[in-house]
């Protein structure tokens, strides 16, 4: 699985557009990004996956360039209660559910302030 | 409500001891991850069952082990407990949330043991 670089902590104000740029140079052709979202003592949570260029939901959008080496998650307009850690992961697309090990990063602790 | 189920939530326990965390995985789901995460600590990958076999190792101590059941419940065994295991103790299933995307982790609420 391609290793994933990102910034240890983030600060940011309510209202403003978050942008977490997460590095993975040796993405393979099958694998897709997923981001993550962690409260403290709570498990992860799925925000936004992509394979290529951009996609958006209700929660947030996520930037892919043509290389695929870099991807960004923005949130917008965010509000104290998005202050949480969130983490890039990078991986197959496999049949049947049997991924490997699947490796999170220390993410990235993002900090919004009134 | 996740759909993955861990028991016990808390759990206090002495040096020593061995102690049985239990995950179901989210209905269908074949696959269950195992995750330790220590105080202010990263995720760290344990090990991962696909339909009852061992598909993947991580840095799981020889102390631990797992194993998943017929009805694809899993147990996480740690034995001879010692302060440093002290952890939320996460589990995940996989579940495609888009169609022809990749799997995505779906992770149950965690079991917090306390080893002292």
């Known amino acids: 699985l391609a290793k994933t670089t990102q910034p240890v902590s983030m600060d940011s104000y309510e209202g403003q557009e978050v942008n977490i740029t997460c590095s993975h140079n040796?993405?393979?052709?099958?694998?897709?990004i997923t981001w993550y979202q962690q409260f403290p003592s709570q498990g992860p949570r799925f925000i936004i996956q992509g394979y290529k260029t951009k996609v958006t939901n209700e929660v947030a959008s996520l930037f892919i360039p043509a290389d695929r080496k870099s991807s960004t998650l923005s949130l917008p307009r965010v509000s104290l209660s998005d202050t949480a850690v969130y983490y890039c992961?990078?991986?197959?697309?496999?049949?049947?559910?049997?991924?490997?090990?699947?490796?999170f990063g220390k993410g990235t602790k993002l900090s919004v302030k009134p | 409500d996740s759909g993955v189920t861990q028991t016990p939530k808390h759990l206090i326990t002495a040096t020593g001891q061995r102690v049985t965390l239990r995950c179901s995985p989210r209905?269908?789901?074949?696959?269950v991850y195992w995750y330790q995460q220590s105080l202010d600590q990263g995720l760290q990958f344990l090990i991962h069952y696909y339909n009852g076999e061992e598909r993947a190792k991580g840095n799981i101590l020889e102390r631990f082990s797992a194993q998943q059941f017929p009805d694809l419940h899993s147990e996480l065994n740690l034995s001879s407990l010692e302060l440093g295991d002290s952890a939320l103790y996460f589990c995940?299933?996989?579940?495609?949330?888009?169609?022809?995307?990749?799997?995505?982790?779906?992770f149950g609420a965690g079991s917090r043991l306390t080893v002292l």
């Open positions: 995940a299933s996989t579940t495609r949330i888009l169609a022809g995307g990749a799997n995505v982790l779906t």
């Open positions: 992961l990078v991986g197959d697309r496999l049949n049947g559910g049997s991924q490997g090990n699947l490796i």
């Open positions: 040796n993405i393979a052709t099958n694998d897709y």
């Open positions: 209905s269908g789901d074949l696959s």
